[in-house]
């Protein structure tokens, strides 16, 4: 500190500044390095050869090679040319959820025998039948049941088939339902259909019914004119008669003539291959072949060979196993019962009336059989079953009706049941297998308000019956022949059927019986089957039930049969007579 | 795209992919007219990818195979123009950029549009991708969805359809389909 500021502290503020220089003496010289710094570097390169390989590389193809494809063009379908012009039915069909439930529809689906790929995707791709057949321009009157979607399916696509349902199910709306399809796809342009005389007015209904828009033609009248229907009829769908067929058999077979499909209705009719109604049926030039029947086997596994000799012939061979002409049928065969797919189909209930004969009866019946048999065994060697049957016939006829007194212990049991269903308002039929005996009925059940429809009354006149019979509260009874009325009409409003004496066959006695129980019945059917005891009646009983398990053992392809049905051994067995060609065998 | 229109008759194309373990993919093609009957029918031979596509495709490998390879194919193969092409399989809403007629996703509910379609577990196929933007909308009793990018086809595929409504199940076909499938598969595995 200096002496002026020590001074200022004391004596006044004044600050004094003192000043120091800090500066260094530099002094320079010259090193030569600038130039150095702005020279331009040297550099030396040294080059090494490098003799590693050139990376390798992978490439993958990634362009695609074109994708393979299978292509099949379907004929686009014709127009129908005209709506249905008919009254629309009151039942209207129940409109089907559209999206929600796939399971129930039915499908389409190729036979076996169709191999070609082109002709099974055809079928596989159609719509489900339900859409088919609920469009505007197929009105049904009537929802069909599940079942005849399905029988609707297994025909459409076979060129070779029997629908063999139980009668009653409705075979003859899914044969129509099936043909309409097919003329209205275009596949059908002509068809035959066959059906026994009397169901040929059935026929014209039920086309009416379920296929308003197709024409038919009904081929009938005298010669002229069923030529000319024959040959020029326009009419897509021609029917005939099995009578008709064969006094029309040159027109048919040798003028040209080819069907696109021919139907047999009640086709157990060309069962015998010998028969000429068989052979004129399979002259027929045709590309399908449909078979209907309830009865596909009514007495042996040779029916069956007999129609498939129409379906495709030697197919089936006589002397099959009863397995193995199953399994080889199965694939042409559909045959469903009321009890399998109708479950809620009323009741069919036997009431089996097991009577005893009155003593006239008895008397006659037991002189008659004994006398008889002492007959024929005194004809020996001449001994033929034409005689056993007339022997067969004659005690039948006893035990219907003592022919000495006419007394008859079925009529008086008869009459009691019928007393209680006119009571009840209800209708009854009674089958039996002679006209003779149903005019007996007639005379002693009159008061019911007695009808016939049997071989005695006109064609004309039996559709007027049956009207009458369906419509007129005060006619109880009908009165019908097995021939006449055991098939194609439509009884349901029966609950009553009796079977004053049995037929031969049981699947006769099924037809006969399913008059009234069908779709339709408004309850449960009862079934009378009259037997007398200790007869011929009851030994043929037990011949019959034996035929019934025949039957499902062929269509239920459960288990072969352990009988062929009435034989003629089994015949002479009715009275313990042996026939003669058994006692030859047994030589043999 | 080829398809283009030679009939006037009013059609819809319905196109699958079917899986098979053994084989790969098929795919198939179905033309219907207006009351669901068939018109044309196509499907391809079996497709499977290499390993090269699985890896390098990614994620993007089951439109690839799908739209690209399988779709495209078939919906050129059509001699029928369909007013719209319907699938079942979300994967192939991708051929929808290969070809100029619209393609619908129909679906019956959550099951369907969640379903997966893989190959064998050595040639897996990825579930595509969840990714994809949809425009989802009703189509008569049916989910359906477009391709968001496609989103215009909704009201033209609606609009189209009206008429039709009650005809066809819109959903129904693909069964056929499937079972077309299986018996040209059977039919070729035969010859």
């Known amino acids: 500190m200096t002496q002026s500021a020590l001074t200022n502290r004391h004596d006044s503020p004044a600050i004094e500044t003192t000043s120091f ?60 040319r005209t709506e249905p012009t008919g009254k629309k039915s009151q039942t209207s069909k129940k409109s089907r959820p559209q999206a929600d439930n796939h399971a129930g529809r039915t499908r389409l689906k190729p036979p076996t025998d169709i191999v070609k790929l082109e002709d099974r995707l055809y079928y596989m791709l159609q719509p489900p039948l339900e859409t088919i057949l609920s469009s505007e321009s197929m009105h049904m009157p009537f929802e069909p049941f599940p079942y005849q979607y399905q029988g609707i399916a297994f025909l459409y696509p076979r060129f070779a088939a029997i629908l063999a349902d139980e009668m009653g199910l409705g075979k003859t709306m899914q044969a129509i339902t099936s043909m309409r399809l097919l003329l209205r796809a275009g596949e059908l342009r002509k068809v035959l259909l066959i059906c026994p005389k009397p169901l040929v007015s059935n026929w014209k209904r039920e ?46 077979l040798d003028s040209g003539l080819h069907f696109d499909l021919v139907v047999l209705d009640e086709a157990q009719r060309i069962k015998n291959r010998s028969s000429t109604t068989s052979q004129i049926t399979r002259a027929i030039s045709r590309s399908r072949s449909w078979a209907l029947t309830g009865t596909p086997v009514e007495n042996s596994s040779e029916d069956l060979v007999g129609i498939f000799e129409f379906l495709s012939p030697g197919y089936l061979q006589s002397g099959m196993t009863a397995r193995r002409m199953a399994k080889a049928a199965g694939d042409y065969i559909l045959r469903r019962t009321k009890e399998k797919v109708l479950t809620d189909l009323p009741p069919k209930l036997y009431r089996d009336a097991e009577l005893d004969l009155t003593p006239d009866q008895w008397c006659s019946y037991k002189s008659a059989e004994e006398d008889g048999v002492i007959q024929l065994e005194g004809l020996g060697a001449e001994l033929t079953i034409q005689h056993v049957f007339e022997l067969v016939l004659r005690l039948k006829q006893i035990c219907n009706f003592d022919p000495a007194t006419g007394a008859s212990s079925k009529l008086e049991r008869l009459e009691a049941d019928l007393e209680e269903v006119a009571a009840s308002g209800r209708k009854a039929i009674v089958f039996s297998q002679w006209v003779g005996v149903l005019e007996k009925l007639r005379d002693r059940l009159r008061r019911f308000g007695t009808l016939e429809y049997h071989g005695k009354i006109p064609a004309k006149k039996r559709e007027t019956v049956i009207s009458q019979f369906k419509e007129d509260p005060s006619k109880h009874v009908i009165l019908m022949s097995y021939g006449a009325g055991s098939v194609g009409l439509n009884l349901q409003f029966c609950r009553y059927v009796f079977l004053f004496d049995r037929w031969w066959n049981p699947a006769v006695e099924d037809q006969a019986i399913n008059r009234a129980h069908r779709i339709g019945a408004a309850g449960s059917v009862t079934v009378n089957r009259m037997l007398t005891l200790g007869t011929i009646e009851e030994r043929i009983n037990q011949i019959l039930e034996e035929k019934r398990a025949l039957f499902e053992a062929i269509l239920s392809q459960t288990a072969a049969p352990r009988s062929l049905g009435l034989s003629q051994d089994e015949v002479f067995g009715l009275f313990d007579l042996k026939s003669r060609r058994s006692d030859q065998r047994r030589a043999a | 795209m080829s398809a283009s229109g030679s009939k006037s008759v009013p059609s819809v194309g319905f196109l699958t992919v079917q899986e098979y373990t053994d084989l790969g993919l098929i795919g198939g093609y179905l033309i219907l007219n207006a009351v669901g009957r068939p018109l044309e029918f196509h499907c391809t031979a079996p497709v499977r990818p290499n390993r090269a596509q699985e890896i390098l495709y990614g994620p993007t490998l089951a439109p690839f195979l799908y739209g690209e390879q399988i779709g495209q194919t078939l919906v050129a193969k059509g001699k029928s123009r369909p007013m719209f092409v319907c699938t079942d399989v979300e994967p192939v809403l991708s051929v929808r950029e290969f070809v100029s007629v619209p393609v619908v996703l129909i679906t019956a509910g959550g099951d369907e549009s969640n379903r997966q379609h893989r190959l064998d577990a050595s040639h897996a196929v990825p579930p595509a991708p969840k990714s994809r933007k949809l425009c989802e909308f009703q189509l008569a009793h049916h989910q359906a969805a477009v391709a968001e990018d496609h989103a215009r086809d909704r009201d033209n595929i609606v609009e189209q359809w009206r008429p039709h409504t009650e005809a066809v199940d819109l959903l129904e076909p693909f069964s056929r389909l499937r079972e077309a499938i299986e018996e040209a598969q059977r039919g070729a595995t035969r010859a």
């Open chain 1, 207 to 252: 086309f009416t019914m379920w296929a308003p828009e197709i024409p038919l033609c009904v081929i009938e009248g005298d010669q002229t004119r069923r030529h000319w229907q024959w040959r020029h009829q326009a009419a897509p769908l021609k029917i005939a008669n099995y009578e008709l067929l064969m006094r029309d058999r040159d027109v048919v």
């Open chain 1, 21 to 80: 220089d800090l500066s260094l003496p530099v002094s320079s010289f010259a090193t030569g390095w600038g130039a150095a710094l702005t020279r331009t570097q040297k550099i030396d390169v040294v080059t090494t050869e490098c003799t590693a390989e050139p990376p390798k590389t992978i490439s993958f193809r990634l362009g695609c090679p074109a994708v393979k494809t299978y292509s099949y063009a379907f004929p686009e379908l014709p127009e129908w």
